[in-house]
C-alpha cells in the first residue's frame, strides 16, 4: 500500500503491524508543507506540519532529514482529529543516524535513581553514534534557554547491555524532586524512545563530561 492508503486505515485497524507500513511509506513517500517553518504544538515542542494527499510533492524523506538537523518534530496530517502521526525530534535524529525509528529495548528507568553501593558500573561520555554533535548543540540550545550553561553528563549501564544517558543533578542546579520526572520527559523529547534519561547526583559517580 502507498501512504496515501496507509493514513486512510480506519482507526480501529491501526496496529503494530500498521505502523511498521506507515514508517515505510512515509520515508519513500511524498508529502505537502503546511507551514514554511515549525509550529509550536500542543506539548509546547516545534513540529514542521504536513499532510499527504494527491498533491503532495516533496519527498519525505527530506523534510526529515532537515528536521533532523534543526531540533524540530514532525506531525503528519494534524488536521485530523488524532494526526496520523506524531514524531518527536528524538526519533527523527534517529532514523537520520540508522534508518530506523526506534529500536526495542528492555523497560528503563525514567527520572531519577540511587546507585547502590557495590554495584560494578561501566560508564564513560557518550560515543558519537550514541549522541551526535549536532544534536549535543541543540540540547545545549534548549539547556541555554532554561538558564542551564553547562550541563553536564554520563552514559552509564550496570550489565553492559542497558544504558542510561545521566544528567547531572549539580549541573542542572539541583532542582527539587518534584521537578524531576517532568525534567526527565522534556529531555525525552529529544533522544529516541528507546533511549533511558536519568538525572543523577554525581556523587561516587565516574566523572561526568560537558554536554
Known sequence: MN?????????????HQWEIDFFMAVTQGNVKLIHEV????????????????????????????WAATKGVGLVVNPMKSYPDYVFTYGMLWNFKETGRFYQEAAQSPVGTVEMEK???????????HYLPQYVR??????????????PRILV???????????????????????????IAEALSWFLPPHYSVVLVSEIGLPQFSDL
Not at 3 to 15: A, G, H, K, S, Y
Not at 138 to 147: A, S, T, V, W, Y
Not at 156 to 182: C, I, V, W
Open 118 to 128: 557495590g554495584q560494578g558500573l561501566h560508564a564513560g561520555p557518550p560515543a558519537p
Open 38 to 65: 515549525p509550529q509550536q504544538g500542543p506539548d509546547g515542542w516545534p513540529y514542521l506540519l504536513v499532510e499527504t494527499g494527491a498533491e503532495a510533492t516533496e519527498p519525505a524523506n527530506k523534510i526529515m532529514q
Open 156 to 182: 552509564m549501564s550496570q550489565d553492559r547491555k542497558h544504558y542510561d544517558l545521566a544528567f547531572s543533578l549539580e549541573s542542572l542546579g539541583n532542582p527539587p524532586t518534584k521537578e524531576h520526572q517532568g
Open 3 to 15: 501512504l496515501i492508503e496507509i493514513v486512510n486505515t480506519p482507526d480501529e485497524q491501526r496496529d
Open 137 to 150: 548543540n541543540i540540547l545545549k540550545e534548549f539547556f541555554r534557554d532554561q538558564g542551564v550553561l553547562r
